[in-house]
C-alpha cells in the first residue's frame, strides 16, 4: 500500500478542486456550481471511441488564453467522445495520470446554456486526470495534447455524470456537455521548480541541489547546531503568483531529518506529485510556503514547536522533538 504522505497534519481529503463557478448569468450561486469533478455513476463506462464530431462552433474568443462564446450544437451529438484540437500547442504532453492547470468552460450541447466557467474566476483549474479526480471525458480527451493547446470536445453522460445527471450544475442524466479548455501546463513525478538559481551563502543553513531534472535535490545538512526559528527561504525563485495561507499547493517536496541528513519522506521516492492545503499541515510548511512564488524551490527548516513536538505519528520514523529540513518544489496553485 502507497505510504501517505507524512506531512499531512489532520487527517483530510488531499484530492481538492478549484472553486465552483458559474457564468455570469447567475454568478450569485458561484460557490454553489461544479467543476468536472468525477462521477461515481459513470467511472466504470468502458473507453469511448475518439470521433471529429459534430461540435458547435466558436462565435468569439477564439484565441488561447480567451473566455470563448460557443454556439449551440446542431443535430444528433456523438454517443462517443468528438475531439478536436482547436490551437495546438508546443509544451509537454499530457499523459493520463498527469496534473493540469487549464482555463475552462463547459456548456450543455443542446441548449448552449454555461454550467460552469474559470475564465470568470481568473483562476485556472488545477486537477488530476485520474479515474475518480475528474469526469471521464476529460481524462480520455486531453492526453496527448501538449500545453498550450485549446482542445473542444464533447462528452455524452456516459463519460460525463452518467443518468444521474448533475442536478446542482442544472445538468439532466441525458445532456451531452461540451468543453473548451486551454492547457496551460501539466505536471508528473519529473516536474520540478522553474526559476533562477539564489545563492545559498548562509554555511549555517543545508545546501540543496538545484537540479530540475525531476530527479530528488541533495540535501546537505550542516554539522552544526539546527535553527530555533522556522527557515523558509528560496533556492530557486519563481516568478509565479504568491502562495497564500489559505491557498492548496501542488508540490514534490523530500524531508530529512537534522540530525543525520536521512531521508524520512519523499514524493519523489513515490513517484507520485502531492496536493494540500496549507491548512492541512504541520505549521512549519504552512508559514514556511505562504508568501512564496509558484514554480520556486524553497529549503524549510521546522523547529520541533512548528513540526511534530512531542507528539510525531505512529510509525512514521520520525523522533520527538525532530529538527525536520525539506526541499519543496511549488509546482501550482490549486
Not at 482547436?86 to 493540469?100: H, K, R
Not at 475528474?134 to 463519460?159: E, H, N
Request: net charge positive.
Amino acid at each position: 500500500m502507497r505510504r501517505r504522505s507524512l506531512i499531512i497534519a489532520v487527517p483530510a481529503g488531499l484530492a481538492t478542486l478549484a472553486a465552483c463557478g458559474d457564468d455570469k448569468s447567475d454568478s450569485s450561486k458561484a460557490s454553489e456550481s461544479t467543476s468536472p469533478s468525477a462521477s461515481s455513476s459513470a467511472s466504470s463506462a468502458p473507453p469511448p471511441k475518439i470521433v471529429d464530431g459534430p461540435l458547435p462552433a466558436i462565435t468569439a474568443g477564439a484565441k488561447f488564453g480567451e473566455k470563448p462564446t460557443v454556439a449551440k450544437g446542431s443535430g444528433e451529438p456523438s454517443d462517443q467522445l468528438a475531439v478536436k484540437t482547436l490551437i495546438t500547442g508546443n509544451g509537454t504532453t499530457v499523459a493520463e495520470g498527469d496534473y493540469i492547470q487549464a482555463h475552462y468552460l463547459g456548456q450543455i450541447y443542446s441548449t448552449a446554456k454555461i454550467f460552469d466557467n474559470s475564465y470568470d474566476r481568473k483562476t485556472p483549474l488545477v486537477i488530476q486526470l485520474a479515474q475518480n479526480s475528474i469526469i471521464d471525458g476529460w481524462r480520455y480527451a486531453l492526453p496527448g495534447k501538449k500545453a498550450g493547446s485549446r482542445v473542444m470536445f464533447s462528452v455524452p453522460p456516459t463519460w460525463a455524470y452518467g443518468k444521474e445527471g448533475n442536478a446542482q450544475a442544472g445538468i439532466k442524466g441525458t445532456d451531452t456537455l461540451v468543453f473548451v479548455v486551454d492547457v496551460q501546463a501539466t505536471f508528473n513525478a519529473k516536474s520540478s521548480a522553474k526559476g533562477s538559481d539564489v545563492a545559498q551563502k548562509d554555511a549555517a543553513l543545508p545546501k540543496v541541489g538545484t537540479n530540475t531534472d525531476g530527479a530528488a535535490p541533495s540535501i546537505e545538512v550542516p554539522k552544526k547546531a539546527a535553527p530555533t526559528k522556522l527557515v523558509a527561504t528560496y533556492i530557486i525563485e519563481g516568478d509565479g503568483p504568491v502562495v497564500g495561507a489559505q491557498d492548496t499547493v501542488l508540490v514534490q517536496y523530500k524531508g530529512v531529518f537534522w540530525d543525520s541528513g536521512k531521508e524520512f519522506d519523499s514524493s519523489y521516492s513515490r513517484k507520485a506529485l502531492t496536493s494540500f492545503g496549507l491548512q492541512q499541515v504541520v505549521k512549519g510548511w504552512g508559514q514556511g510556503l505562504t508568501g512564496k512564488k509558484v514554480g520556486s524551490r524553497v529549503l524549510i527548516v521546522i523547529p520541533p514547536k512548528l513540526g511534530y513536538g512531542d507528539k510525531p505519528p505512529a510509525g512514521s520514523g520520525i523522533k520527538k522533538d525532530s529538527v525536520l529540513v525539506f526541499s519543496v518544489d511549488i509546482l501550482a496553485k490549486m
